[in-house]
């Protein structure tokens, strides 16, 4: 058993890509080495800024020899008459390596044929490595890729080094013009020498002697300690930020942090404005005192072990003051005139150049907005917070922050008086970010952010901009993954189905295009989120969130209820064998004409059972659904088990007499349409259900 590594030494990779970069490195070498015949190894991926690690402890050093069972032609036609080989017999031995009269023989059903069994011997781990390698590395796909020197090698960043070390051993090959050697560099900084590696196993040892922290998994957990013990010297607490700590982890080869200090007026700012020049444009944590108010300080990130001079601190002081003095001044400009006036500029700002100025889009969302109200507030009113949402797009200070659109808004709102309801559902309309943050406070402010983000899915699928594969350059299946998790946690009696056909009624009288056609596409498109709420939020297996959309996705709470019910009852053997009878009753009753059931057509005592049980199950549908008492109601079907199982063994559904056999079509029918109230059990994936 050896130790094995590959370095890849770049310039500066960014921070996003790393993450991928190690997932995609890992499972590329697993698959690779499972191919070889190397299963169940430890595969640890490693990054810096500067460069992308593969450790594989415990690889063989010689590659497993495989058997291999062949059978050839039948003896008959291996051998002649009179005994001699054929080429066909003499053809196998050659294949197999052996003398013909030592080639065996096997029995099967069609008689006796040729066969042996070959043994390939591995090949050495080395000469392996050195050719799946280069395959592994031009299969590794980034967000960006750069191309350099003559434009024929492409990858994340320039490569200027490889190391790639079996023990002691080099694995000889080339990626990107360069050869792979053991000589690598320490910290740009700290221990910028080029120097040899001995053996792979001292990497990690070897690279943190020479201020380097390969480990990603090192440095975060050393960057959490610096910043409790630097926010504790300054008496106070960090803000709890884990993803800027996981883009920290990325930007560093050694983890170090510095505290800072700003002057405490800025902090009569709105504390976003603080928060935004601390952390979108300075990359450093946010401190805070015990209640959780913004304190006059910063801990920002270094890629070194310290600030000797204390250069690094004040670098960051000056740019953080300056930028907060900037601020200042924008939010004293922007507060000299009311937001009504400013909103006036809102049809000089472009959305798109089909849909429109930001003055026809507030004007959609109103409209919208006012339909998906059902008088829960006011068209006026909905149409006027609809303006104002996107007032502050035309403010300097968004103009210089544009992280802060909508709650610089609601800050200006607040400062004029306005009711607190129109204030805080202009400031949090854009939340949340897809699935993830809270849904706004207000009922104004879920109404707008819904019908924000429809009238932007479905205007610009009108106009042709919808995602393709990865790419979404617009955001919208984050957009319409915000409108589904407000309407999934505010509990709204809302038909998400007919909120989404109004939107597209309302882009369809500014954007040529056939409206239906715009409406299906659309909604497709959010229902396929609300599946991803189900199975990513919710929790649900994928054939229970296909059981109950198929039943009705519009009542999103109503949906999400019924996912979770049947989640927990499914598991059940009686439950089982409901779905399994349940794919019978709908392959049965698929594309047959509704009827109404005559009790006096049945002919079978099962066929009374079952429509008696039929009718008691559909009575306690009706108490049970209005009041969400969904896992009641799934329940209430289990009786239905051993009744289906006795009717379609003693009743022939598909009988000669034409009567007869409508009406036992119409009892699964109406069975069908009871259970269709809850879920298409049909959809679920269980045992047995081939047969």
């Known amino acids: ?55 594989i402890d415990d690889l063989p050093t010689r590659q497993p020899d495989r058997s291999e069972d062949l059978t050839g032609p039948p003896v008959r036609a291996a051998f002649a008459a009179d005994g001699s ?25 069609k008689g006796e044929y040729l066969a042996a069994t070959v043994v390939h011997k591995g090949r050495a781990t080395p000469e392996i490595l050195a050719e799946m390698i280069p395959e592994i590395v031009a299969a590794l796909r980034f967000p960006k890729m750069m191309r350099w020197g003559d434009g024929s090698h492409q990858f994340v960043r320039p490569v200027h080094g490889v190391v790639a070390l079996l023990d002691d051993e080099l694995v000889p090959f080339e990626i990107f013009g360069v050869a792979s050697g053991r000589s690598t560099v320490g910290h740009r900084v700290h221990a910028p020498e080029s120097f040899e590696l001995v053996t792979a196993g001292r990497y990690g040892a070897a ?31 960090v803000h709890p930020d884990p993803g800027l700590i996981a883009e920290h982890v990325e930007l560093v080869e050694w983890p170090g942090l510095v505290a800072g200090a700003f002057e405490a007026r800025y902090l009569d700012l709105p504390p976003e404005v603080v928060v935004t020049t ?116 035309l403010t300097h200070m968004v ?44 009922v104004l402010g879920r109404l707008l952010g819904v019908a924000d983000r429809l009238d932007t899915v479905a205007g610009l699928f009108a106009v042709g901009e919808r995602p393709s ?45 056939d409206r239906e056609e715009l409406a299906a596409a659309v909604t497709a498109f959010v229902a396929d989120r609300v599946r991803r709420w189900l199975t990513d939020v919710v929790g649900v297996s994928g054939d229970t969130a296909d059981a109950v959309m198929a039943a009705g996705w519009s009542d999103l709470p109503g949906a999400v209820a019924r996912a979770e019910a049947l989640e927990t009852v499914r598991s059940s053997s009686t439950f089982r064998s409901l779905a399994l009878a349940f794919k019978r009753v709908r392959n049965i009753t698929d594309g047959q004409p509704s009827a109404e059931v005559d009790p006096e057509v049945f002919e079978q005592t099962e066929e009374h059972e079952l429509h008696e049980a039929t009718r008691e199950f559909g009575c306690a549908l009706h108490g049970l659904l209005p009041e969400r008492r969904v896992e009641e109601a799934f329940t209430a079907m289990e009786p239905l088990a051993d009744i289906l199982e006795r009717f379609f063994v003693e009743v022939l559904v598909m009988c000669d007499d034409e009567r007869i056999r409508d009406n036992r079509i119409a009892l699964l029918k109406e069975l069908g349409r009871n259970f269709m109230n809850l879920a298409d059990l049909s959809k679920l994936q269980v045992e047995g259900g081939d047969h």
């Open 278 to 393: 601390l952390r979108h444009h300075q990359k450093c944590l946010v401190l805070e005192d015990a209640d959780g108010g913004l304190q006059p300080g910063f801990i920002a990130v270094i890629d070194r072990r310290d600030d000797p001079e204390g250069l690094v601190r004040q670098g960051n002081e000056w740019v953080i003051g300056a930028r907060l003095a900037d601020a200042g001044f924008f939010f004293a400009e922007d507060c000299r005139r009311p937001l009504a006036e400013i909103v006036q500029g809102l049809e000089r700002l472009e959305f798109h150049r089909v849909l429109g100025s930001l003055e026809d889009k507030a004007a959609r969302v109103g409209e919208l907005a006012a339909v998906l109200a059902d008088g829960a507030a006011g068209p006026d009113e909905l149409r006027s917070a609809a303006r104002l949402a996107k007032a502050d797009l």
């Open 85 to 109: 080989p054929t080429p066909a017999g003499e053809g196998f031995a050659r294949k197999v390596g052996l003398p013909l009269d030592e080639v065996g023989r096997v029995e099967t059903p």
């Open 399 to 442: 103009g210089e922050f544009p992280e802060l659109q909508g709650v610089m808004g609601g800050h200006y709102l607040r400062l004029e008086n306005a009711d607190d309801a129109l204030w805080s559902a202009v400031r949090d309309h854009y939340l949340p970010v897809g699935f993830d943050g809270p849904v706004p406070d207000s």
């Open 1 to 55: 058993m050896a130790t094995f590594l590959l370095e890849i030494r770049t310039e500066e990779i960014p921070a996003a890509a790393l993450p991928g970069a190690r997932r995609q490195i890992a499972e590329l070498f697993g698959a690779r080495l499972a191919e070889g015949g190397f299963s169940d190894l430890p595969i640890k991926a490693l990054s810096t800024s500067r460069r992308l690690a593969v450790v």
């Open 469 to 513: 594969g990865s790419k979404d350059p617009f955001g919208l299946r984050r957009a319409a993954q915000g409108a589904v998790k407000i309407v999934a946690e505010s509990g709204w009696d809302l038909d998400l189905a007919h909120a989404v056909d109004a939107a597209a009624a309302v882009v369809a009288e500014h954007a040529e295009g």
């Open 207 to 237: 690279m943190a002697e020479r201020s380097v922290m390969v480990d990603p998994n090192d440095r975060r957990t050393q960057l959490e300690t610096l910043a409790e013990e630097l926010a504790e010297n300054a008496g106070a607490k």
